[in-house]
């Protein structure tokens, strides 16, 4: 009986989670209304958006996490991330976290909502404010997790792993806004090419 409420509740939030997605890309943040993310999931009673979300603001994130570090495949290669123990494990762990997150922020369903966040920061700055908390703040953390772990065992060298961190991560983001939703060029077989290449200035500055 549990499981099956469970899978139910799994399933509503899923409907309304991919409903606001949806009217978020079509009519923007400000655009859209729980009444209309409702009609769109085909539910009927407010009280069911209630028990799932405080707000529309709290299924704003959750759409954002859904889209990026709580992915399924996302979190299964973090629980299989090997400990580094000397400078070339690190760079394997590094350059696997890289090519995770550039394939992340690269898939259709973002590069969207990114641009509707873009779009609209000037007139809702709170959503930069919830996107860099819920992404950006996630990816830093456990890119410095690594790092400091690294620093920890001597294998770097004795630097600022917040700067090592926020250079890596802009690296990659910085990748994709250019070239992917600046120039509008399509998703290609680059991202572990591109994600090495950051690696190997990365893994420059990280040597004894």
């Known amino acids: 009986m549990e499981q099956r409420q469970n899978t139910r509740t799994q399933k509503t939030r899923e409907r309304l989670r991919a409903a606001a997605h949806q009217l978020f890309l079509q009519q923007g ?30 299924l704003f994130v959750d759409v954002l996490r859904h889209l990026t570090m709580e992915m399924p495949s996302f979190s299964e290669k973090l629980e299989t991330l090997p400990p580094a123990h000397d400078l070339a494990s690190l760079r394997q762990v590094l350059a696997t976290l890289a090519y995770e997150i550039l394939t992340i922020i690269s898939q259709p369903g973002y590069l969207p909502l990114l641009r509707m966040i873009i779009t609209e920061m000037p007139r809702f700055p709170q959503l930069g404010t919830l996107f860099f908390s819920t992404v950006t703040q996630r990816g830093i953390s456990i890119i410095t997790a690594q790092l400091e772990a690294a620093k920890a065992q001597e294998i770097i060298a004795d630097i600022d792993v917040d700067a090592v961190a926020y250079t890596l991560l802009g690296g990659l983001l910085t990748y994709v806004v250019m070239h992917r939703l600046l120039a509008g060029e399509e998703a290609q077989n680059s991202s572990s090419d591109h994600a090495n290449a950051i690696i190997e200035v990365i893994m420059c500055s990280l040597r004894p």
Not at 30 to 57: C, D, M, P, V, W
């Open 29 to 58: 943040y400000q655009g859209t209304s729980i009444e209309g993310i409702l009609a769109e999931a085909g539910i009927s009673s407010k009280e069911t958006f209630y028990r799932h979300y405080a707000n529309k603001e709290a």
